[in-house]
Nanobody
Framework: VQLQASGGGLVQVGGSLRLSCAASGNIFSVYSMSWYRQAPGKLRDLVATISKGGDTRHADSVKSRFTISRDNAKNTVYLQMDALEPEDTAVYYC????????????????WGKGTLVTVSS
């Protein structure tokens, strides 16, 4: 199983970016999917999470600016980021809870390699 994130880049303050992360490989079912970020010198923080059914939760720091969504048919999670601020500069990682077969014991949390988002002022 692999998670491939894309969509990062350099953007000016107030701009927008859309991150994508697709899961591929031996997948039976994908449960919750999430985005984390890690700024230089800081710990990795949860940005947003979405359940298989579409329930979402966003960190207070990004509420009203970021929106997580998913396409279950494509095993893909998105993060729409608007009104970007310099404090949003970080490497963004996607994660997913994935079952490789019908057994609950096969559920693992997988991480993508990360995509860099840089917001310039």
């Amino acid at each position: 199983v692999q998670l491939q994130a894309s969509g990062g880049g350099l953007v000016q303050v107030g701009g927008s970016l859309r991150l994508s992360c697709a899961a591929s490989g031996n997948i039976f079912s994908v449960y919750s999917m999430s985005w984390y970020r890690q700024a230089p010198g800081k710990l990795r923080d949860l940005v947003a999470t979405i359940s298989k059914g579409g329930d979402t939760r966003h960190a207070d720091s990004v509420k009203s600016r970021f929106t997580i969504s998913r396409d279950n048919a494509k095993n893909t999670v998105y993060l729409q980021m608007d009104a970007l601020e310099p404090e949003d500069t970080a490497v963004y990682y996607c994660t997913a809870e994935i079952a490789r077969d019908i057994s609950a014991r096969s559920i693992r949390t997988y991480w993508g390699k990360g995509t860099l988002v840089t917001v310039s002022s």
